[in-house]
């Protein structure tokens, strides 16, 4: 659950050096949750989105411990399915992508994880309406990929997603997109001109 705070935004490659990191720098996990989100952020500055991985991290650890007064969640696996994924759903921290992700990868059960960067890519290629990426939703997704195939679609998913959120007017990333759905392009983010941009810099100056 941890390491999913620390994927959510960035590769597989990026999560592990992220959370050696962490586990290199500190003592135990009760060292990290009394550890500030500042600190915690400078330690996992190699992912795209430091301070918010390190608050949902600090903030998944803090509700385990008032939770269990410990950090091991095991005994979870003993659970029905339904019934460990609703004491997840609890916790304080674990979003969706975290608790798909735990569902998957340590309780067994069928459910893709989908980043902010891999609902935006179902989103321009029409698997998923505008309404239903707001809403972080993909009706159908575990119907449709097979539980044996989840874990291989799921990191390919992730994957073409981070690339898109960090680069999404790259050539490649899109030209991948138009091949999956030739009328992406379509759905694809306009670019602001450099008139829009600084009036819309110009705004948020005025506001603060």
């Not at 999560?15 to 962490?22: C, G, I, S, V, W």
């Not at 809403?135 to 159908?140: E, L, N, W």
């Not at 992730?158 to 030209?175: E, I, K, M, N, T």
Request: some cysteine.
């Amino acid at each position: 659950m941890l390491y999913a705070c620390c994927l959510s935004g960035d590769t597989h490659e990026v999560a592990d050096e992220a959370f050696a990191k962490l586990q290199e720098a500190y003592f135990d996990w009760n060292e990290v949750r009394v550890t500030t989100v500042s600190e915690l952020s400078e330690v996992m500055s190699s992912l795209t989105r430091a301070a918010t991985a390190a608050s949902m991290l600090k903030r998944t650890l803090q509700s385990v411990f008032e939770t269990y007064y410990s950090f091991d969640l095991e005994p979870l696996k003993k659970e029905n399915l339904g019934k460990a994924v609703k004491e997840l759903e609890k916790l304080d921290g674990v979003g969706e992508f975290a608790l798909a992700y735990v569902t998957q990868n340590g309780l067994g059960g069928h459910a893709i994880a989908t980043c902010r960067g891999a609902l935006e890519v179902l989103r321009i290629v029409g698997v998923i309406t505008d309404s239903e990426a707001e809403q972080k939703r993909v009706p159908g997704m575990e119907r449709a990929i097979s539980k044996s195939n989840g874990v291989e679609f799921g990191s390919m998913l992730h994957q073409l997603g981070v690339d898109y959120d960090s680069a999404p007017f790259s050539p490649r990333v899109r030209g991948i997109l138009l091949e999956i759905s030739p009328d992406a392009k379509e759905r694809f983010p306009k670019r602001l001109s450099k008139k829009s941009a600084q009036s819309k810099t110009t705004k948020k100056t005025k506001a603060k």
